[in-house]
């Protein structure tokens, strides 16, 4: 039986059919935080991101797909999300054991990322087949393809939601004209969510941002009707609201890897506070040892809990 609050995210989406909405539903009703309208996913598409030895050397046992997914299990994330080989390796001996995200698209690091453009690696058909209950999909606003990444997103989308399936956007900034520091301003970290959210995403991953504003006309904006932006708590806020008003779930990622565990609790601390809806960790829970990683996760969903201040 769905919560008010799950029945409450539910009614955003009033335009999907009752098969993607049963999928969001099982997401927001699984694991620890099931039921509370907060999320904490596992995303492992690092090894095709960014290397064997880059993702798995600092904790060998992550070589092993299935340590992933059983991870996911045993710390009680909603959801775990991986490329196509990945979930092949698990799907048939976990399956029902925890919703799965098929990442639809990919790219390595072996050209220079300025522009990064990822392929297309599996379909709907795929995350039908290995019983997903979402797709997932990333696009870079303000890289030079950006617009073939959105006209793909779009086809997915639908093709997704005809079958039943949630979807998952990851709205990352990145090339063209932008800064490196721009790749983060609270500015055009805000104008990501929104453009995801416009590209019909059920769940909208992005980053966490600086103060920093790389837009001189939104600085402008900023300035004028004086948007607060000086906390990480207010920059989640209103990185929410950029995804229609709060009615669309804005889940953050953990970023690069941090030694210091309350330094990824602390930002925890701000995406509750700032009425984000949770985490998407990879690299900050499976490159530490697995107590160490089980500790870690199960601290941030009692944050999202509202059991641990």
Known sequence: MATERVKEILSWYRSDNPGTLTNLARLLNSGYLAGTGKLVILPVDQGFEHGP???FAANPAGYDPRYHVQLAIDSGCNAYAAPLGFLEAVAADYAGDIPLILKLNNHDVLQDEKDPLGAITAGVDDALRLGCVAIGYTIYPGTLDRRLQYEQLQELTLEAKAAG?????WSYPRGGALSKAGETGVDVTAYAAQIAAQLGAHII??????????QPEAKKVYDKYQIPISTLTDRVRHMTQAAFGGRRVVIFSGGAAKEDANAVLDEARAIRDGGGFGSIIGRNAFQRPKPEALKLLGDMMKIYKGELK
């Open 53 to 55: 030895a880059r993702s």
């Open 165 to 169: 399936l949630a979807v998952v956007v």
């Open 205 to 214: 991953k992005i980053t966490l941002s600086t103060e920093h504003l790389e």
